[in-house]
Nanobody
Framework: QVQLVESGGGSVQAGGSLRLSCAAS????????????IGWFRQAPGKEREGVAV????????YYADSVKGRFTISQDNAKNTVYLQMNSLKPEDTAMYYC??????????????????WGQGTQVSVSS
């Protein structure tokens, strides 16, 4: 079983930066396959869950939602089994609960929620204007 623990959320003013961390532990039969990936999702009150960024194993391809391209960067430290989401130039509309998720996909891409079988508890990001 895979466990994911997020950290790094907080409150910042617009234009500020935060770095989220997702510490992964555990193993599944698909963890070593090329389609294994870890992604960040977010959900604001009253809105649907949105995929933000995803990275495939061993620093493979990365994908981003259009709304965060050029501002957010996803990366991973294999030695620490940790995936990071560096968020710069934050906007009030980035305010949401951010979740880390892991799963296996048969094709590269950002993916959607059902593609990910393992989820963390979430970390809150609040951006004030």
């Amino acid at each position: 079983q895979v466990q994911l623990v997020e950290s790094g959320g907080g409150s910042v003013q617009a234009g500020g930066s935060l770095r989220l961390s997702c510490a992964a532990s555990g193993y599944t039969s698909r963890s070593n396959l090329m389609g294994w990936c870890i992604g960040w999702f977010r959900q604001a009150p009253g809105k649907e869950r949105e995929g933000v960024a995803v990275i495939y194993r061993n620093n493979g391809p990365t994908y981003y939602a259009d709304s965060v391209k050029g501002r957010f960067t996803i990366s991973q430290d294999n030695a620490k089994n940790t995936v990071y989401l560096q968020m710069n130039s934050l906007k009030p509309e980035d305010t949401a609960m951010y979740y880390c998720a892991a799963g296996f996909r048969t094709t590269y891409g950002l993916g959607t929620g059902p593609d990910f079988q393992h989820w963390g508890q979430g970390t809150q990001v609040s951006v004030s204007s």
